[in-house]
């Protein structure tokens, strides 16, 4: 891995999961000792690692998850306004994934299935607090609600490619993954 | 419509014996074999398969390439809207929905008692006398309100074709300008006469004098194919006629098939003679099938004439005989590899070249794919010499060309050129006016801008297999990228991504700008899918499907930005629409429950 130029300024990141697992968060941590290498180069804003609430003006997103729910909308657009750069980070943020699975169902045969038919549920009703956030129609790849700049894909990528990628941008590259990165298996 | 029960086997046992179990005229046997009970049922799929040992997957995977061939039942009258973008401006739309009503049934479906299907198909090549449509493959031109009423009677008092009024499958030609070929009156074996009596290599050396190039497009020299062809090692040799004009606007061939098929024949056993070949294909694209029985009568004359056949005209050794192959609705099978391919009986999937039909064609021997037109020229040639037929046209494209035009203008239809006419002097001739753009070479062409008027049709300008679509100012050229774009994205073949998954995508894009749903980031993202489906697509279908689009985005970008809502993005759905369901379910209409499609402004 050839050495990273220091930009002038530690660069400001943000890193959020919207309808994901975390995976793709616990990848990130994969990257082992180039940690601190990176907390040389860049500053975190919201992240599951500082847990700021709100997303500041940054450089760069990282965004986890498809979009799944109205809240997942605001997130993503939070982050769309204050990131410079923003990057589908893994196949649900690409695609949809795992999630999207739901979409070949209706949202109600989904909901009723598992608040009002599940089996040993009495009386069960569909959640209706207005403290939750609503589910959409269909789970969509965040290229779907807001513009991206970068795709980042795998389930989850791994720690190798999202070092490779975080380093080409930071240094001014054009981040581009190539073979063995991106292989399945 | 409920499912038929199967027929006696009968029929199908005698197609199969009178195609030898050969399993490369599967394709030839399932076309036959529809035309039992109007489908394929799967039955008559397994019966096949065993009859030619092909596995069965093999079968089905033919059976669903083509458009025309059905695995599931259709109606007993299938009507086939033509739908190219010269259809469309002609109304073909309002008139398929004034059928469909007529006869209570809805696009794309069959109707409750099985009488009758109504779909779009591709440009059936009928745009000068459109708009047109198929009724279990013959073609009907010139459709207007009153036709369609009566179509919609006949069909609904169950009439046969056969009693249906014949002047509505009366297909003109519409031949409005003649030049050294349309203008050729010969007699059936006069041309092959004089090659014949030049001797082989001296027949080969007039087709190098006379610098003719190939009329389908890619204007490759004819006489280098022939000669590599007759180079190659393989004895057995090949001539193939490529009839399956599908480009959309194009319809020379079709003329050219109805007025001179002598000239046409003539031509392929002109090149059987200076390569050495034993048997000849036409392969005749599915649409024209209605020409069929008149080109095989040709034929047989032909072979009562001893122009085709062993030994001849008396040259011993001289064997070449025609056989006529359809195709069933796949444009990319246009693409010379994807229908030798076709001809084999298989899905028309391109094949990687090298090796080029020349040395590894049909079955893998040498083969000649020439075009219609270019095999007709041939027979001037023979007749005039080589240096006579090179006298004419422009440096770097000896000849005439044929043109179809169609679109906005006065006289649509047929007209001959020497090489280097004019844009501006073919659109005075067929009476055009206050014309916007026009579409050259067909959907995979290239649209010119009124301030290219001047250029010339030949192929160091403007190349062209014939199409020229003509738009005048009423007309969207959006709308018209956007049709050719729905043409890529159903005829890629789906063989390789970039075109499968690149069409569909472009297809997406174009349809978003459409529904009002367009952005700047959009178009940043099509000229990356132009880019992409251009330099990295299989064949040549997937690099020319983007053609329309970057044309028209240079040359008539306002059509696009004016349907922009958003600078920046916008997404293709609604998201608070996104949210009704869930509203519905919670019975929440709480401002949390809401969602504003467009984003309020950031920072």
């Not at chain 2, 297999?465 to 994205?489: K, N, Q, T, Y």
Request: hydrophobic fraction near 40%; aromatic fraction near 8%; proline fraction near 6%.
């Amino acid at each position: 891995m050839s050495a990273v130029p220091a930009p002038t300024r530690k660069l400001r990141v943000a890193t959020t999961s919207l309808a994901g697992c975390f995976g793709c968060h616990m990848s990130f941590l994969d990257i082992d000792e180039h940690l601190f290498e990176l907390v040389e180069l860049i500053e975190f804003d919201r992240s599951p690692l500082t847990d700021i609430k709100e997303v500041g003006p940054c450089d760069i997103g990282l965004i986890e998850g498809g979009v799944c729910n109205a809240e997942n909308v605001h997130v993503l657009r939070a982050f769309r306004r204050q990131c410079k750069t923003l990057i589908a980070l893994g196949a649900c943020a690409v695609n949809g994934g795992l999630p999207a699975q739901r979409n070949h169902l209706s949202l109600s045969e989904c909901l009723r299935e598992v608040y009002q038919f599940r089996p040993g549920l009495e009386n069960g009703q569909i959640p209706n607090d207005p403290e939750l956030p609503l589910p959409l129609d269909k789970v969509r790849p965040i290229h779907e609600v807001v513009r991206i700049d970068y795709f980042l894909p795998g389930c989850p990528p791994s720690g190798p490619a999202i070092w490779k990628f975080l380093t080409d941008l930071i240094a001014g590259r054009t981040p581009r993954l190539t073979g063995g990165l991106l292989h399945y298996d | 419509m409920s499912a038929l029960p199967p027929s006696p086997a009968a029929p199908l046992e005698a197609l199969l014996r009178r195609h030898g179990h050969d399993p490369s005229a599967l394709l030839q046997i399932l076309i036959e074999a529809q035309d039992i009970d109007g489908w394929l049922p799967a039955p008559t799929l397994t019966q096949i398969a065993a009859a030619i040992k092909l596995p069965r997957a093999r079968v089905e995977g033919v059976a669903g390439f083509y458009s025309f061939l059905y695995d599931r039942p259709v109606g007993r009258y299938r009507v086939l809207f033509s739908d190219n973008i010269t259809d469309r401006m002609l109304g073909n739309r309002a008139l398929m929905d004034a059928l469909c009503r007529k006869l209570w049934v809805e696009p794309d479906k069959v109707s409750e008692d099985g009488l009758v299907s109504i779909a779009t198909t591709s440009c059936t090549g009928l745009c000068d006398q459109g708009p047109a449509l198929l009724v279990n493959g013959r073609a009907i031109g010139q459709l207007n309100h009153r036709r369609i009423n009566e179509i919609a009677e006949l069909i609904r008092q169950q009439r046969p074709l056969e009693q249906w009024p014949t002047e509505y499958f009366q297909i003109d030609d519409n031949i409005r300008r003649r030049d050294a070929l349309l203008q050729l009156d010969m007699l059936p074996g006069a041309a092959l006469a004089a090659a014949v009596a030049r001797g082989r290599e001296g027949w080969l050396a007039e087709m190098q004098a006379s610098n003719l190039r190939g009329r389908g497009g890619a204007g490759f020299a004819t006489a280098v194919k022939w000669a590599s062809a007759r180079n190659a090692t393989e004895v057995r040799k090949v001539v193939v006629c490529n009839a399956d004009e599908g480009e959309p606007g194009t319809f020379k061939d079709r003329v050219l098939l109805n007025t001179c098929a002598d000239l046409v024949f003539e031509g392929m056993t002109l090149a059987a003679w200076a390569v050495g070949a034993d048997s000849g294909f036409l392969y005749l694209r599915g649409e024209y099938r209605y020409l069929r029985p008149q080109l095989e009568a040709v034929l047989a004359r032909r072979r009562a004439a001893g122009l085709l056949g062993k030994g001849i005209l008396g040259e011993a050794g001289f064997d070449f005989d025609i056989a006529i192959h359809l195709g069933a609705g796949a444009y990319v099978c246009g693409e010379e590899t994807a229908l030798l391919e076709s001809l084999e009986g298989k899905r028309g999937t391109p094949r990687i070249r090298p090796p080029f039909p020349v040395t590894h064609g049909y079955l893998g021997r040498p083969t000649v794919v020439n075009n219609v037109e270019t095999l007709a020229k041939t027979c001037l040639i023979a007749l005039e010499g080589g240096t006579a037929f090179a006298a004419t046209g422009t440096a770097q494209s000896a000849g005439t060309k044929l043109l179809s035009i169609s679109g906005d203008c006065a006289a649509p239809g047929i007209y001959e050129y020497p090489f280097g006419v004019s844009i501006a002097r073919i659109l005075e001739d067929c009476g055009a006016s206050d014309t916007q753009a026009v579409q050259v070479g067909g959907a995979a062409g290239i649209c010119l801008a009124a301030y290219e008027f001047q250029r010339r049709i030949a192929y160091e300008d403007v190349p062209t297999a014939g199409a020229f679509m003509i738009f005048d100012g009423s007309r969207d050229l959006f709308e018209v990228a956007r049709a050719f774009v729905h043409f890529f994205a159903h005829e890629s073949c789906g063989f390789c991504t970039p075109c499968r998954v690149g069409t569909a995508l472009l297809k997406g894009f174009m349809d978003k700008l459409n529904d009002g749903h367009g952005a700047k980031a959009d178009l940043a993202d099509i000229d990356w899918l132009d880019r992409l489906l251009k330099n990295a697509s299989h064949c040549g279908l997937g690099s020319a499907a983007p053609n329309p689009v970057i044309d028209t985005l240079q040359k008539f970008r306002p059509a696009y930005e004016r349907r922009l809502v958003s600078l920046d993005f916008e997404p293709a759905f609604d998201l608070d629409a996104a949210l009704a369901e869930a509203r519905q379910l919670t019975a929440r209409d709480d401002p949390g429950a809401h969602l504003q499609t467009h984003e309020e402004d950031g920072r």
